[in-house]
């Protein structure tokens, strides 16, 4: 049950996050300059941690729906669903990991 | 799972109104479509992430230029115009499955669905405009330009 809400509340993140990420990206057809400030804005500490939890909400929902495919398909899908969502938990943090690291150093380490 | 359980959405008062012999399998389709579409997402997503957040000098990089350069092969214009589409159709049909769970009254879920619609349409339309009307060196323009552009 707790998958199946993570599911539905990160995809509805997602989901809002993506109309403005369109808009945002439309301004590349405005101007340069347009485009570069408000790209600019985005690029502080508390929208960095922001994007680190974007990413966090498309991970777990790529891997839960993933993991969903599995449980419709898959012969076995429905008595593993348990496991499979371990196993969705491991892969989050195995992808997290490394991508925090990466991302948090670029964005806390000053340009 | 017994202390705290959310009950299932429309699950009060058991009475299946379902549309009984609509000839439509529109939401055997739209089922589908979100897992065939949720697969592919994750190559799009996960590449338009490690390319633009991991690559390089990550989100710093990102300015005109950056776009302008992705742009200029119809490589990532492909990926990004498959990627916005399969993401709108996703999404909306996600937020639509959620409105018809929780929005109870019949004004209000039609409501709700005309703004979702409108509002997934215009964006669809306004990115794909995008993508292919778009100038990687429009003229007067000075800074953040392309390597690739002449010279102003």
Known sequence: MWSWVGHRVTGVVIFFFLLVHVLDTSLVRVSPEAYT??????????????????????????????????????????????????????LWAVTMIPFLIRHLSIVFGGH | MSANTIASPR???IKYNRNKGSGSNFEMAAWLFMRLSGVVLVVLIFGHLFVNLMVGEGIHAIDFGFVAGKWASPFWQV?????????????????????NDYAERDGTRMTLKTVLYIASAVIIVLGTLVIFTFDPCPAGAVIDLP????AP
């Open chain 1, 37 to 90: 400030a408000v790209i600019g804005a985005y690029k502080n500490p508390i929208m960095g941690l922001g994007e680190a939890g974007l990413v966090a909400a498309i991970v777990f929902h790529a891997f839960n729906g993933l993991r969903i495919i599995a449980v419709d398909f898959w012969k076995n899908g429905p008595k593993y669903q348990r496991q499979l969502l371990w196993g969705v938990l491991a």
């Open chain 2, 147 to 150: 390597s690739f552009c002449p």
């Open chain 2, 11 to 13: 699950s009060g008062g």
């Open chain 2, 79 to 99: 990926w990004d115009l498959a990627m916005l589409w399969l993401a709108m159709l996703h999404g909306t049909n996600g937020v639509r499955t959620i409105i």
